[in-house]
């Protein structure tokens, strides 16, 4: 402390000598007026006082380096006194960090200990109590060893016991599942019973109505009253609306052609009808215009709801549309038999031929076909008596084939060939 106080003193006397010397040396240069380097007297004196100035400073430094080697490494050795700073700061903080982990891991260790403790105490305890249960085990082993040899005897007398029960009860259960099947067959020969009596109880219900109805109408022909059946088509036109306003028009007259016919039949010999015989329900006629005005053609029928006997006043009706659509092309086959028409009288041929056509004017109206108008080739009598004449003429057996001769549509007739085929191929046929 004291030499610092010393140094301090000796620079500031130092540097007032100085400070003393350089002025009176620019104070004798400026009044003598003396140059250097060619400069002008003033400004010699200023450079004079610069270089004493210069010595000043050069003096107190060394005077501080050549005393205090402190000081020299703090200005020479900064940059490195600093690095060494930092790397010893993040040396301590990573010994500090390193110090907790060692504490914690030591708490851990500790704790670990202390639970190993516990732990051992309690396995202790354990197994002094393992040991005197094995005590008492020992003693209750003696006692087992023993009632085991008597129940052993015991034992073996219940399994002989079992394997008698067991086999009495696969006995049981096997007459078991005998008498559920013979009981599941009977209630299945019950049920299919009942249902069969059910259904031939309906079917003599329905069968009871329609001969009663069949009796009626057998009367009323016996005694030539019918004149019109029960289904029967009074009228059927093929009807396109285009303008829905024309829908009411061409229902009123179907009603009309269907009202004139009904009429005549019911009163033979009338000639101008203007009384409304037929009775159709509303509902009927909303449900025919509803579909109509949808503008795809329709066949409309109008066919009578009962058997209808002479003079009666009323005839219901019901009308029926179905749409008009293609249903067979041209060349389809509907129907075929084979026989050997040298084996065959003529009215038996005719049979088969009538049978044949008749089974396929039923295909026909399976498959939609509405006429009842029946065509075969050309339709003249001539050509069906032709075919028949050929076929009666061909040996061996022939195979007699219904075919379409034109595209048929709901609406349109029934318009058929026959081809007689043998081996294969066309011999002849109804065709023009």
Known sequence: MVSGYILVLAVLVLGGVIATIG??????????RL??????????????????GGLISASTLGILFATSAQLRAGVFEFNQVQDRLRQARQDLETARRELEESAAQREQARRSQQEAQRQLDRTNQQLREAVAQQRQTAVRLQD???????????????????????????VVRDQIEQLKTQLQSRDREVASREAQLRELESKQTSLTREIQQLEQTLIAFRRGNVA????????????????????????DMILREAN?????ATRPGIQDVREQIIQIPQAEVDRLREQLKSGRPFVVRILSAANVVVGEPRVFVFSDATPNQLLLPAGRSIGSTALVPSSLDADELRQRI???LTAAQLRARQQG????????GDGRIETLLRFLTQLRQTPGEVTIEVVTSETISTADALKLDLNAIQNGQVKFSTQP
């Open 35 to 52: 140059s250097l380097f060619n400069l002008r007297p003033k400004d010699t004196a200023v450079v004079v006082t610069i270089l004493t």
């Open 354 to 356: 009538n049978l044949l």
């Open 228 to 251: 019109l059946t029960r289904g029967q088509v009074l009228v059927s036109k093929l009807v396109q609306i285009l303008a829905p306003q024309g829908t009411q028009e061409a229902i």
């Open 260 to 264: 004139v016919v009904a009429a005549q």
């Open 23 to 32: 002025d009176r040396l620019g104070s004798k240069i400026g009044k003598a």
């Open 144 to 170: 087992v060893e023993t009632r085991s040899a008597s129940l052993r005897s015991d034992l073996e007398q219940l399994q002989q016991e079992r394997q008698e029960l067991i086999a009495q009860r696969q």
């Open 369 to 376: 076909v509405l006429s009842e108008v029946l065509e075969i």
